[in-house]
């Protein structure tokens, strides 16, 4: 009898060590994720580097109210600040999170501009449209900001004209109209004005030679295409219109300052489109220390 209860207690106690193996070796077939993550900011761009382990699928909070489930996304923010940014990994057996705080440094508006033709960023930049009663309405919209480096454009114009027309972006180095090309078009005297063909994707930049404060058609060459003055997105079609973004390269043009007027020409076959400010009307005021667009008064 007492032979058959030490065999009952010694199967218990074999059972007992036999379920906490299993139950160990449960807990270590289990794989948690581990959520890590490294982020790298240019301007208000901001490329995020999934560092993570056993991750199946991410879940990226930006602290702006945008998110995302990609593995490594890229986010635009639009405005500089610190914002919290949390990383939630998730696999079968479970999920694991992290935070960080990511830092946007606003130095220039046009550090949130990315040549990318998806134009999200340009939310919230002021937009300049002709004046209704304008004859030249084809060129329909035009935002402007700048950074340290490049002159941002954002434009918007009809299909129609798009294709074989050309955009030239007319600069007022000095805001006064007795020196430079006075033109019937604005209230300016104009430096120098890069003209890009929207069929090359390019442009060319021209110093005015002629008389200060006169029309004379007088320009000599400074940059040309092909030399990556220049640089265009790729057109989006939205009906009747097509948008695109460019930059000109500051550091090809002489002669900039703390601020700069800006009128942009489009033109098909020789004949004016649009126009943008409208007829007589000064150009548009870049500040180049802010890299913000205004109107003159």
Not at 34 to 45: L, P, S, W
Not at 159 to 187: C, M, Q, R
Not at 223 to 248: A, C, I, Q, R
Request: proline content about 3%; hydrophobic content about 35%.
């Amino acid at each position: 009898m007492k032979v058959l209860l030490d065999l009952k207690m010694a199967g218990a106690v074999l059972c007992g060590i036999m379920l906490t193996i299993s139950c160990s070796s449960d807990n270590d077939e289990k794989a948690l994720p581990v959520a890590d993550f490294t982020t790298k900011v240019e301007g208000y761009k901001a490329t995020f580097i999934n560092l993570s382990e056993r991750g199946i699928t991410y879940h990226w909070d930006f602290g702006d109210g945008n998110e995302s489930t990609q593995k490594d996304p890229e986010h635009v923010y639009t405005a500089g600040g610190e914002f919290e940014v949390v990383l939630k990994v998730i696999n079968s057996d479970g999920s694991d999170e992290t935070t960080k705080t990511v830092e946007i440094v606003e130095l220039y508006l046009g550090d949130r501009i990315n040549i990318d033709g998806k134009f999200e960023d340009w939310a919230g930049i002021t937009s300049f449209k002709p004046m209704a009663e304008d004859a030249y309405q084809s060129l329909k919209e035009i935002k402007v900001a700048s950074n340290n480096q490049y002159i941002y454009i954002y434009a918007k114009m009809q299909k129609a004209v798009f294709e074989t027309g050309y955009i030239s972006t007319f600069l007022d180095y000095d805001l006064s109209v007795s020196t430079g090309y006075k033109p019937w078009f604005a209230d300016a005297g104009f430096e120098s004005f890069a003209q890009s063909s929207v069929a090359d994707r390019d442009a060319a930049l021209y110093f005015y030679t002629g008389n200060p404060g006169e029309a004379n058609w007088m320009w000599d060459e400074l940059v040309s295409m092909g030399s990556g003055f220049n640089t265009w997105s790729t057109p989006k079609e939205t009906g009747d219109d097509v948008e695109v973004e460019f930059s000109l390269d500051k550091s090809k043009i002489q002669g900039l300052s703390k601020a700069v007027g800006l009128s942009f020409y489009l033109e098909k076959d020789w004949a004016t489109q649009g126009l943008i400010p409208s007829t007589g009307e000064k150009p548009i005021l870049l500040n180049l220390e802010k890299g913000t667009a205004s109107l003159q008064e």
